[in-house]
């Protein structure tokens, strides 16, 4: 047998096992990958129906907020279209009751230019007639 077959025979007796030994190490460590990879798949799809669920509890929370606040809002607009009543009401009061109150002034300033007047006159009279006061 020459030297080269020789050599070639050695290193195939050497490393053929140990590349069958490394081949079956490499399938071994690629189901373990695998395994992991199942497994790593799995927990994402558990957050996942967790995370789902944790939204639509959200959603049905945000909801439930926005009926009760649509609910306030409602309350307020009553309640401010009620004060808007009533504060309408009494300034229509304060108009009637001012109206009211500068009729009668007027009627005092009526009195007032008339009892003027008289007392002009009467000074007018007192003074032909020659009537003085003290």
Do not use: C, N, W
């Amino acid at each position: 047998m020459p030297v080269y077959d020789q050599v070639k025979q050695a290193l195939q007796d050497i490393l053929a096992p140990e590349i069958q030994a490394l081949k079956a190490e490499i399938r071994r460590l690629d189901e373990k990958i695998e395994a992991r990879f199942r497994e790593v798949d799995a927990r994402f799809k558990e957050m996942e129906t967790k995370l789902a669920a944790l939204e639509e509890k959200f959603e049905m929370r945000f909801r439930e907020m926005e009926t009760k606040l649509a609910a306030l809002e409602e309350k307020f607009e009553t309640r401010f279209r009620e004060m808007e009543t009533k504060f309408a009401a009494l300034d229509e009061k304060f108009e009637t009751r001012f109206r009211e109150l500068d009729s009668k002034f007027e009627g005092l300033r009526h009195e007032v230019r008339t009892v003027l007047e008289i007392r002009e006159r009467l000074a007018a009279l007192e003074a032909k007639v020659g009537i003085t006061r003290p």
